[in-house]
């Protein structure tokens, strides 16, 4: 059974706990190096991508995580996460870094005021899910090696990716009760 660490410096950590259990992981919240250090991939959980960043910096945490990806280590990054894991971000706030990792453009905000939150069914890999959005971004463009898995309304924007071992939603599958996202991530993680 893989061990999957959930960044703990801010967000939904909990959440994505309960779901990698369910989706029969062993799950671990990551604060510290030596913790990523002892997960075999991780999760990347929402929030505020700018917060999560300083607090990257401030606990030694974005070299090591930069380190890691870099290694191959699989991460799954929703939403503030998938901010994390773009190599390239629009509407960051100045000097905002990510780990990066996929070959992507991703819109901070980029949904807009007037539909800040909402929820939308969608194909994921091939699965039809409910999608919930927080203030969430879209991907803007892609490498030609990174995969979309997952569009949806308005505008048939990009909301799912995967580049080998990493896997990007702009939307909360640990806030549906749906555990297919997180089984999708496990299964990648055994078969990596
Ligand atoms: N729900 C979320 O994770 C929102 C992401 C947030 N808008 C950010 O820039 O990080």
């Known amino acids: 059974m893989p061990t999957i660490g959930v960044l703990a410096l801010q ?5 994505h706990v309960r779901m990698l259990q369910e989706a029969g992981a062993t799950a671990t919240a990551v ?3 030596a913790e990523l ?5 991780l999760v990347i959980p929402g929030g505020e991508s700018t917060t999560m960043w300083k607090l990257a910096e401030t606990f030694d945490m974005l070299q090591p995580l930069r380190m890691r990806v870099k290694e191959g280590m699989p991460a799954y990054g929703s939403c503030a996460g998938m901010i994390m894991l773009a190599d390239r971000i629009e509407d960051g706030i ?3 870094q990510t780990i990066g990792g996929i070959d992507m453009v991703v ?3 980029a949904f ?3 539909v800040d939150s909402f929820e939308s069914d969608l194909d994921f890999a091939g699965d039809r899910v409910h999608a919930v959005f927080i203030r969430a971004p879209w991907v803007e463009s892609l490498g030609a090696d990174v995969e979309v898995l997952g569009r949806c309304e308005p505008g048939d924007r990009i909301v799912a990716v995967r580049q080998g071992p990493l896997l990007a939603t702009s ?5 549906t009760g749906d555990v297919r996202v997180h089984r999708y991530f496990v299964d990648m993680v055994r078969e990596l």
């Open 11 to 15: 967000g939904d950590v909990r959440e």
């Open 31 to 33: 604060r510290r190096p």
């Open 37 to 41: 250090d002892a997960v075999d991939a």
């Open 94 to 96: 100045a000097g905002q």
């Open 107 to 109: 819109r901070r905000n």
């Open 112 to 114: 807009g005021r007037q």
């Open 171 to 175: 939307f909360h599958p640990e806030l």
